[in-house]
């Protein structure tokens, strides 16, 4: 009974280098999400996705992409880490846009 | 202005106590809501949906009110247990993604 689950769960990067968020889902949802959140700003949408092969931009997209390749997995990247994006990130996935939304249990990231 | 607003406290109540949170919301359209409870350095979890003619659980109750655009949580006799930060969600504004409030701290003192 894993429902979403996110690696890695921690991670340090150096200004500048790369890295691939992974977010796995088994409760066939269509739609999931990738979140930031930092301390007084609340959960902010980075990216989601509506359904395998489709991507769409949410209120913070700068400095990231993402792919859906496959229904049960999103990808959150980061070609060129900045302090900025020191962050913890929750992937998230619903059954449908509107509907309760279960989430994984983050990734703790720091860029320096 | 953001599309769901809340009070980010913190609320510092004794044990027993009731506590109620509000939370406005700018989608007049809006159809779904929640409450969600996150404790420090963990992933939010689902508290309740909020129904049109609120509902119960237990000690907390969800309401919905249409005309004013908000919604509440109330919590009866306050465990220890329920300190953490409770977060109102709403639909944003695009049809496929849901809106998360910055959250509301509840602190409950022995």
């Known amino acids: 009974n894993a429902g979403v689950t996110q690696t890695p769960k921690f991670r340090v990067l150096k200004t500048g280098q790369s890295m691939t968020l992974l977010c796995a889902q088994d409760?066939?949802?269509?739609?999931m999400y990738w979140y930031r959140q930092d301390p007084g700003m609340g959960l902010r949408l980075i990216h989601y996705s509506v359904g395998e092969g489709t991507t769409a931009k949410g209120e913070v997209p700068d400095g990231y992409n993402v792919s859906r390749l496959k229904k049960q997995n999103f990808l959150l990247g980061l070609e060129s880490a900045a302090p900025s994006q020191t962050s913890v990130y929750f992937c998230?996935?619903?059954?449908?846009?509107?509907?309760?939304?279960?989430f994984g249990q983050g990734t703790r990231l720091t860029v320096v | 202005r953001k599309e769901v607003e809340q009070d980010p406290g913190p609320f510092n109540v004794p044990e027993g106590a009731t506590v109620a949170f509000n939370c406005t919301y700018s989608n007049s359209a809006s159809q779904s809501f929640f409450w969600y409870r996150q404790d420090c350095r963990k992933e939010p979890k689902l508290l309740m949906s909020?129904?049109?003619s609120g509902n119960e659980d237990g000690r907390f109750t969800a309401q919905l009110n249409r005309a004013s655009q908000y919604i509440s949580l109330l919590i009866r006799d306050s465990k220890l247990s329920d300190s953490a930060t409770y977060l109102c969600?709403?639909?944003?504004?695009?049809?496929?993604?849901?809106?998360f409030g910055k959250g509301t701290k509840l602190s409950v003192i022995p």
């Open positions: 409760m066939n949802h269509e739609y």
């Open positions: 969600v709403g639909p944003g504004a695009g049809s496929y993604q849901l809106t």
């Open positions: 998230a996935s619903s059954y449908q846009g509107v509907s309760r939304a279960f």
């Open positions: 909020v129904y049109s």
